[in-house]
């Protein structure tokens, strides 16, 4: 089954300790993404990759980081979590990452890593 | 930069009542919209998109979409609500540049359903 795997989904922590969240595709999509959603906000991005050892940043990367060292896996790192950074996070991926191209634009999503950071 | 905003933060109807949910976008060419759906505990799923041609477009689960130019607008719609169609719903624009990278999502509208 084609899909996104984000873990853990849930993840309760505190200020200051390291943390990573997984994000796997088996669609062997080029571009992924992270979101963190928040009330009132919608989505926004933290970081994308366009492909492998390409990834740039998004609209609110501060205090996070990301890696892309396989086509499959984009993992978000938190390296000194803070409370504002709690958070419902997403991580997507499309076969292109020129949404204008259709059907290969379309963007699929995880369902979630939900953190808090006490 | 795009723009997009859901003027609605909570609706409610009644199970096979109809629905429409508002979409305004601000945009200085012709825009590429979508809509995703987020059901509990789950992540975004596209439920439709307009490129071009048709201003009205078909998509998954009965939904429909209106692109009208003249209002900067993409309003969903289903004629008849079914209770499983609760959910949050996001309406997204893309960039002129067409990168996956800035496509700028509404800040959503959450439907509850009454039986």
């Known amino acids: 089954e084609a899909q996104v795997t984000q873990n853990p989904r849930y993840l309760i922590t505190v200020t200051g300790k390291k943390l990573t969240v997984t994000c796997s595709q088996n669609?062997?999509?080029?571009?992924m993404s992270w979101y963190r959603q928040d009330p009132g906000l919608g989505l926004r991005q933290i970081y994308y990759?366009?492909?492998?050892?390409?990834?740039d940043k998004g609209d609110v990367p501060e205090g996070y980081k990301v890696s892309r060292k396989e086509k499959r896996n984009f993992p978000l790192i938190l390296e000194s979590p803070s409370p504002n950074q709690t958070s419902l996070y997403f991580c997507?991926?499309?076969?292109?990452?020129?949404?204008?191209?259709?059907?290969?634009?379309?963007?699929?999503f995880g369902e979630g890593s939900r953190l808090t950071v006490l | 930069a795009q723009s997009v905003t859901q003027p609605d933060i909570h609706i409610t109807v009644s199970e096979g009542a109809s629905l429409e949910l508002r979409c305004n976008y601000s945009?200085?060419?012709?825009?590429?919209l979508f809509w995703y759906v987020q059901s509990p505990g789950q992540g975004l799923q596209l439920l439709l998109k307009?490129?071009?041609?048709?201003?009205l477009v078909q998509g998954i689960k009965g939904f429909e979409a209106e692109f009208k130019r003249s209002q900067s607008s993409f309003n969903l719609r289903k004629p008849s609500v079914h209770w499983s169609d609760a959910a949050e719903y996001f309406c997204?624009?893309?960039?002129?540049?067409?990168?996956?990278?800035?496509?700028?999502f509404g800040s959503g509208t959450q439907l509850t359903v009454l039986p």
């Open positions: 997507a991926s499309s076969l292109s990452g020129i949404v204008r191209t259709g059907v290969t634009g379309e963007l699929f």
């Open positions: 669609m062997n999509h080029e571009y």
């Open positions: 990759s366009m492909n492998v050892e390409v990834t």
């Open positions: 945009y200085g060419a012709t825009p590429y």
């Open positions: 307009y490129f071009s041609g048709d201003t």
């Open positions: 997204a624009v893309d960039s002129p540049s067409g990168s996956a990278r800035q496509l700028t």
